[in-house]
């Protein structure tokens, strides 16, 4: 059975810098592309960032764009969302999935169950 674990959230205050980690069993992780996905109360899903399977190629949203980085160990079948410089509008539910390069949900065919971030003072 193919399960995708997210990890590392929790209540963060504004500034902070977490780390997201996203872990998966029952499948090869590293020979698949993972992006994180988030999704506010109230609000449709919205894509994050990407990375390539190698991790070579990588893209982030332009609401996160240089403060989020996506990264993997493909040693270790794991990768990362490094979040820095949260500001309230990031709390969300932070999902990974596995698939398909691109920032289109519907590529990612494995989906984790979610780790909520709360950012607030």
């Known amino acids: 059975q193919v399960q995708l674990v997210e990890s590392g959230g929790g209540s963060v205050q504004p500034g902070e810098s977490p780390r997201l980690s996203c872990a998966a069993s029952?499948?090869?992780?590293?020979?698949?592309?993972v992006g994180w996905f988030r999704q506010a109360p109230g609000e449709e899903r919205e894509f994050v960032a990407v990375?390539?399977?190698?991790?070579?190629?990588?893209s982030v949203s332009d609401a996160v764009k240089g403060r989020f980085a996506i990264s993997r160990d493909n040693a270790d079948e794991s990768v990362y969302l490094r979040m820095n410089s949260l500001k309230r509008d990031d709390t969300a539910v932070y999902y990974c999935?596995?698939?398909?390069?691109?920032?289109?949900?519907?590529?990612?065919?494995?989906w984790g169950q979610g780790t909520q971030v709360t950012v607030s003072s």
């Open positions: 990375i390539s399977s190698s991790g070579g190629i990588t």
């Open positions: 029952g499948l090869a992780l590293r020979t698949y592309a």
């Open positions: 999935a596995a698939g398909t390069y691109s920032i289109n949900a519907r590529t990612f065919d494995y």
